[in-house]
């Protein structure tokens, strides 16, 4: 700690600091729900809670690693409130039996928990005509394992996977609901609830095309956005005419009733529907965007449906800046707690980026500096920004002077 000025100083790490941001009676309510400490000696749920965030943070690949990372020292061990640093074996058998829901649970929790800070400081890009709305964007990421270490993981006839799926809250712009299935799972039925409160908007891609669902969400007054799928059977009857303002990328805009005897069978066949062509110019296609959705401007549906380029982006940094694209364990119980752990720590680092940097910063820049400063005794506000890339040089000290008060016959040392 004498390497550094005492204004710049905290007497705990900034791993610890971090931690610290999860409330110790939210993370204690959630390990006596699930009875996380039952029968656990030693390795008990916040020993596991600060290793695998260590790891996280630390992006470290082997539980060897996080091992020998917290027992640099007794004194890092003691400030990180642990009593001692913890074995390999020790967190094997802790990832592979504790209870993954207890993280799932404590995720779930801190969303709440900051949900008004979260929701003040997002950034978003807000759609003028529908800027009161709350905007629910839903996709799924796969993450490939090896089929025959993570035998329960099921994708292919020869591979693995782990498929997250994710709601992401467009106010807060973080996801507030996650479910964790093996990768062979159909994305519409990655969540046990699909419907969402009056006026909720939902953007999602076609995989989710369903007629049961859409019609379930019309009945609830949700708003559904959507691309239509290719082999859907519908009736034109009739066409919007654009307004002048519109963008050039809005082709057409029709109102159409389902015609498949599959959407006359769920009774979907008599609501109106809407679909807006969009040329996406990237990809040099036009895309058919569906919605029962018949008042907002066209150029509204179309900016909703390019909001799920926010989702995407969020899946970009979790596998780039955090462990989730290797595992620590191969069971169920200890890839699904490394996930939400992950996710935990997601959460944690953008309220500190939001909140604590004074300047506009990329995450994954912002990751790698807290990665590198994370057991050094610095204040998160130093850390966040005082540290800037570009070379530092040393400071000499002031001379020393034989006789100060004649500068004629002073003398420096050195």
């Given amino acids: 700690m004498e390497l550094f000025n005492r204004n710049k100083n905290n007497n705990k790490p900034l791993i610890r600091q ?6 110790k ?4 309510s959630c390990v006596a729900k699930y009875q996380s400490n039952k029968g656990c000696s030693k390795y008990k ?4 809670f600060v290793a695998m965030s260590f790891g996280q943070l630390n992006k470290s690949i082997t539980l060897s690693d996080i091992s020998s990372g917290i027992g640099v020292s007794e004194i890092f061990i003691k400030d990180l409130g642990l009593s001692q640093s913890p074995a390999r074996s020790t967190m094997s058998d802790g990832n592979k039996k504790r209870n993954w829901k207890v993280y799932e649970l404590l995720y779930s929790k801190l969303i709440s928990h900051y949900e008004k800070i979260l929701s003040s400081t997002s950034h978003r890009k807000v759609i003028e005509e529908i800027k009161d709305k709350r905007i629910k964007l839903i996709d799924s990421t796969i993450i490939s394992v090896c089929l025959s270490m993570f035998d329960w993981a099921k994708y292919r006839t020869a591979k693995g996977g782990i498929k997250v799926h994710t709601c992401w809250d467009d106010t807060l712009m973080i996801p507030d609901v996650v479910n964790i299935t093996e990768a062979k799972l159909h994305d519409s039925k990655g969540f046990d609830k699909l419907v969402f409160p009056k ?13 049961t669902l859409m019609l379930s969400r019309i009945m609830a007054k949700n708003v559904f956005v959507t691309r239509i799928k290719k082999n859907t059977l519908f009736e034109v009857i009739a066409e919007t005419d654009l307004l002048e303002e519109t963008s050039d ?16 069978k ?8 809407r679909l807006v062509h969009l040329y996406k110019e990237d990809e040099n296609k036009v895309i058919e965007i569906v919605t029962n959705q018949l008042d907002w401007k066209a150029e509204t549906i179309a900016d909703l449906y390019k909001k799920r380029w926010d989702i995407e982006l969020f899946f970009k940094a979790l596998k780039q800046n955090l462990q989730v694209k290797s595992f620590l364990g191969t069971s169920e119980n200890a890839v699904k707690s490394q996930i939400y752990i992950a996710l935990i720590c997601y959460l944690l680092l953008e309220l500190l980026r ?19 400063c994370l057991p050094y005794y610095l204040s998160i506000s130093y850390v966040c920004n005082h540290i800037s890339e570009g070379a530092k040089r040393v400071k000499r000290p002031p001379p020393l002077r034989l006789f100060p008060n004649h500068d004629l016959f002073s003398y420096e040392y050195g």
């Fill in 18 to 23: 971090i931690i610290d941001l999860v409330p």
């Fill in 25 to 28: 009676d939210i993370f204690h």
């Fill in 45 to 48: 749920a916040y020993d596991q």
């Fill in 199 to 211: 006026g909720t908007v939902i953007v999602e891609d076609r995989a989710y095309f369903d007629f």
């Fill in 249 to 264: 990328n809005i082709l057409k805009d029709e109102i159409i009733i389902l015609t498949s005897d599959t959407a006359k």
């Fill in 266 to 273: 769920c009774g979907i066949n008599k609501e109106k529907l």
């Fill in 354 to 372: 939001r909140t604590a940097t004074k300047k506009a910063v990329a995450f994954s820049n912002f990751v790698e500096k807290i990665r590198f």
